[in-house]
C-alpha cells in the first residue's frame, strides 16, 4: 500500500524568506515522488518529480525538493518565497514495488506568502 | 496544443438529475483519470482508464461511470445527481511511460452544484 502525508494544511512565509512544504510518504518499496501547485481556480500543475538518483531535484518556478529515504520525506522548498508563489500544493507518490500505475495525493497544504 | 479540457466549467443540477462531464486531451496520452476536490479532502480518484476501452474503479467510484470508446476523451456520467456529488471535479492524463514515471496533466475543472 502507499501513502502520504501533508502534516501542515498551511503554510505562512514573509516574501523574501525561505519557504518549506512538508510532505512524508509510506510505500512498501521504493517511491516515485511528485509535487504539484494548483492556484486558484485552476487546474493542478507539476513542479518536479524524484525518480530516481541525485536526491536534490529541481523543477519549476524556483522550486526545489529533497528526497530523504531515511526519514521517508520529499520536502518542497525555495530559497526566497514570493507573494505569487500563494497557492496549494500537492504532493503524491507512487510505489514502484506496487501493482497499479495510479499515485496517491496527500491531502494539499496552502502556501499563504505575505508582502 | 490546448493540453486537457474540460467541458462544462460550472454545472448546477437538481437532485435526481443526470449529467455527463467531457474530457479531452491532445497530447496522445494513454492514461486519462477522474478526480474529485473537497475541502479538506484533497484529490480522491473516481475512475482511471489505461487505454482506449478500457476503465477501472479509483477510490470512491459509486455514483458514477465512465467510458472511453475514444482514446483522446473520457466521459464521466452522473445518472442519478446527489447532493454529495456537489464538487470539483478534475479531469487528467499522462503518458504510459515505464511503470507509472509520468506526470499527470490537468484540466482546468468544473465546478458542480448539486441541489
Known amino acids: 500500500a502507499q501513502s502520504v502525508a501533508q502534516p501542515e494544511d498551511q503554510v505562512n512565509v514573509a516574501e523574501g524568506n525561505p519557504l518549506t512544504v512538508k510532505c512524508t510518504y509510506s510505500?512498501?518499496?521504493?517511491?516515485?515522488l511528485f509535487w504539484y501547485v494548483q492556484y486558484p481556480n485552476r487546474g493542478l500543475q507539476f513542479l518536479l518529480k524524484?525518480?530516481?538518483?541525485?536526491?536534490l531535484v529541481k523543477g519549476s518556478y524556483g522550486f526545489e525538493a529533497e528526497f530523504n529515504k531515511s526519514q521517508t520525506s520529499f520536502h518542497l522548498k525555495k530559497p526566497s518565497a514570493l507573494v505569487s508563489d500563494s497557492a496549494l500544493y500537492f504532493c503524491?507518490?507512487?510505489?514502484?514495488?506496487?501493482?497499479?500505475?495510479?499515485?496517491?495525493f496527500g491531502r494539499g497544504t496552502s502556501l499563504i506568502v505575505h508582502p | 496544443n490546448a493540453g486537457v479540457t474540460q467541458t462544462p466549467k460550472f454545472r448546477v443540477l437538481k437532485t435526481g438529475q443526470s449529467m455527463t462531464l467531457l474530457c479531452a486531451q491532445d497530447m496522445n496520452h494513454e492514461y486519462m483519470y477522474w478526480y474529485r476536490q473537497d475541502p479538506g479532502m484533497g484529490l480522491r480518484l473516481i475512475h482511471y482508464s489505461v487505454g482506449e476501452g478500457t476503465t477501472a474503479k479509483g477510490e470512491v467510484p459509486d455514483g458514477y461511470n465512465v467510458s472511453r470508446l475514444k482514446k483522446q476523451n473520457f466521459l464521466l456520467g452522473l445518472e442519478s445527481a446527489a447532493p454529495s456529488q456537489t464538487s470539483v471535479y478534475f479531469c487528467?492524463?499522462?503518458?504510459?511511460?515505464?511503470?507509472?514515471?509520468?506526470?499527470?496533466?490537468f484540466g482546468p475543472g468544473t465546478r458542480l452544484t448539486v441541489l
Open positions: 487528467a492524463s499522462s503518458q504510459r511511460g515505464t511503470s507509472g514515471i509520468n506526470e499527470q496533466f
Open positions: 524524484y525518480i530516481t538518483g541525485d536526491n
Open positions: 503524491a507518490v507512487r510505489d514502484r514495488g506496487g501493482g497499479s500505475y495510479i499515485p496517491t
Open positions: 510505500v512498501s518499496g521504493n517511491p516515485y
